[in-house]
């Protein structure tokens, strides 16, 4: 049906929760638009399914579905919302966003270009706790900040939005699920640090053939704990992206091939070796003594720690990394996987 499915995956999320909610209660010109809110509890030890039903029982302005996924994993429970959506566009708010009071009005007013496949904005920090300096150089990795200008802007050929506030057709899963895809990155799993996931569901809608969009007048706070900006968050983080690189390189260059920019290149990049010993002879070429300076890190530092994820991650998947390419082949041709 027609309609916004807003969807929250919740682990211990008892103590930002309630704002979350609150700031969804308090959307406005939404006359006309239907829509629902639909929070999976990944299996949390603490009272998230209770204060969530709680909240939302003060003011119900549309239902709200709570429901169990006991398979921990962001991956798993979001699976388990979007399968229960009854709405053609879901929205994935994250359990820290505190969206705009225009937010499904202008998610359900951009959708109405049937190209589009998948939509991100940007997220403004909201703190518990001024950040330290090195913060403004590195809010990207934190989903904090602009990625493109525009106010309203289509950016296919890059793809890559961040994964909070991100709002994707339901038909894009529709399909994934009818062919039996099962994505490379599984996402955050409890409070196991991991990145990728996000990113993979924008490649892979792309390759669908839909259209990505980014808005800056898409607005939403994202309330970041003091614990959670950290140098150590930091660099597991950077490892995490280095560890992604592995398996989204596939999707782009799949992609670039189906645009028929086939080349040499091309070829080599889909051989392991070939990606190894380029990053490989990069790392040595910057750092030779392999040094690590102490924090806070340089971005040479981080793009050390970046590369030096992906090599260890290829060479242990390189016989997975090799076969990607056939299996996003039969993806992008509908083929059912087996």
Not at 83 to 107: G, H, M, R, T
Not at 196 to 220: P, Q, V, W
Not at 226 to 242: A, K, Q, V
Request: charged content about 25%.
């Amino acid at each position: 049906m027609n309609g916004i499915s807003v969807i929250i995956a919740c682990f211990n999320s008892e103590k930002v929760i309630s704002t979350t909610l609150r700031y969804l209660q308090n959307q406005k010109n939404t006359e006309g638009i239907a829509w629902e809110v639909i929070l999976v509890d990944n299996n949390s030890t603490d009272n998230t399914s209770d204060t969530a039903r709680n909240v939302w029982n003060h003011q119900p302005i549309v239902p709200l579905t709570v429901l169990l996924e006991e398979t921990v994993g962001e991956a798993h429970a979001r699976k388990r919302g979007i399968q229960a959506a009854k709405y053609n566009i879901l929205s994935i708010v994250d359990d820290d966003n505190w969206v705009a009071e225009d937010w499904i009005f202008k998610i359900n007013g951009y959708f109405q270009n049937p190209e589009i496949g998948l939509i991100g904005c940007a997220g403004t920090g909201e703190f518990e706790e001024n950040p330290a300096a090195w913060f403004s150089d590195n809010q990207h990795a934190f989903a904090i900040g602009r990625l493109y200008e525009g106010d309203f802007t289509d950016i296919t050929e890059y793809a890559i939005v961040p994964g909070a506030g991100l709002s994707v057709r339901k038909n894009v899963y529709d399909t994934l699920f009818r062919l039996n895809w099962k994505p490379f990155l599984e996402g955050r799993v409890g409070n196991k640090q991991s990145a990728g996931a996000d990113s993979e569901m924008c490649y892979i809608t792309r390759l669908l053939g839909y259209k990505i969009y980014y808005s800056n007048l898409l607005h939403f706070k994202h309330f970041t704990a003091s614990h959670r900006i950290s140098w150590d968050r930091l660099t597991r983080m950077t490892e995490g992206f280095g560890q992604a690189d592995v398996f989204t390189l596939p999707y782009k260059i799949t992609y670039e091939e189906s645009q028929g920019k086939r080349s040499l290149m091309n070829s080599l990049r889909k051989k392991w070796w070939f990606n190894f010993l380029g990053k490989k002879i990069a790392l040595l070429l910057k750092d030779p003594f392999q040094f690590i300076a102490p924090p806070p890190f340089s971005k040479k530092e981080l793009n050390r720690i970046r590369n030096k994820a992906f090599c260890e991650t290829i060479w242990v998947e390189r016989k997975k990394f090799e076969g990607s390419f056939s299996y996003l082949e039969n993806i992008s041709k509908g083929n059912i996987l087996l």
